[in-house]
T-cell receptor, first 110, second 113 residues
Framework: ETGVTQTPRHLVMGMTNKKSLKCEQHLGHNAMYWYKQSAKKPLELMFVYNFKEQTENNSVPSRFSPECPNSSHLFLHLHTLQPEDSALYLC?????????FGPGTRLTVL | GDSVTQMEGPVTLSEEAFLTINCTYTATGYPSLFWYVQYPGEGLQLLLKATKADDKGSNKGFEATYRKETTSFHLEKGSVQVSDSAVYFCALRKTGSARQLTFGSGTQLTVLP
């Protein structure tokens, strides 16, 4: 049990669908993150939330829309995705220096 | 900007062999350094960390020493097991208010029985 859970674990969607990824942390941390992990590429930081406020948006396309309603929950809303958006999407949280990761959502866009 | 360079994999070893995975970094100031491990089908897990020069992080038989003079943080283990097969990521975090981690590209390790 890592303390960071993600649902769903696997998701297949068409390019016209709208779906959401959910992340929940049970560690009492005040920062949460979305990362994208594609094959043979370094992890890409997408968004950072600190005390529910977005502090980083690393030039992510608008078809990805994050939401952080409280410090324990983080969502990534997806719409009109492209096949190249297929990847493992990882959520993480932190309080001090070390980040703790969830198991990820494996997303396939057809 | 900050960057982390890891030795390219994949690395294949026999059980009980000695492991070294090289990691060097480029950063201003004095970053904290991390090794994360990702087992198949799972997210990243923190393996060890070091926050200042000459610190040695260790966990589960793995060790890495923060070498400021060579800007390196090489991961070592004296005797690997099949269960160590995973992808290993080196990462750095700058000091200060920024929370962003910069990751290396990862090194796939396969340990054969």
């Amino acid at each position: 049990e890592t303390g960071v859970t993600q649902t769903p674990r696997h998701l297949v969607m068409g390019m016209t669908n709208k779906k959401s990824l959910k992340c929940e942390q049970h560690l009492g941390h005040n920062a949460m993150y979305w990362y994208k992990q594609s094959a043979k590429k370094p992890l890409e930081l997408m968004f950072v939330y600190n005390f529910k406020e977005q502090t980083e948006n690393n030039s992510v396309p608008s078809r990805f829309s994050p939401e952080c309603p409280n410090s324990s929950h983080l969502f990534l809303h997806l719409h009109t995705l492209q096949p190249e958006d297929s990847a493992l999407y990882l959520c993480a949280s932190s309080q001090e220096e070390s980040q703790f990761f969830g198991p990820g959502t494996r997303l396939t866009v057809l | 900007g900050d960057s982390v360079t890891q030795m390219e994999g994949p690395v294949t070893l026999s059980e009980e062999a000695f492991l070294t995975i090289n990691c060097t970094y480029t950063a201003t100031g004095y970053p904290s350094l991390f090794w994360y491990v990702q087992y198949p089908g799972e997210g990243l897990q923190l393996l060890l960390k070091a926050t200042k020069a000459d610190d040695k992080g260790s966990n589960k038989g793995f060790e890495a020493t923060y070498r400021k003079e060579t800007t390196s943080f090489h991961l070592e283990k004296g005797s690997v097991q099949v269960s160590d097969s995973a992808v290993y990521f080196c990462a750095l975090r700058k000091t200060g208010s920024a929370r962003q981690l910069t990751f290396g590209s990862g090194t796939q390790l396969t340990v054969l029985p």
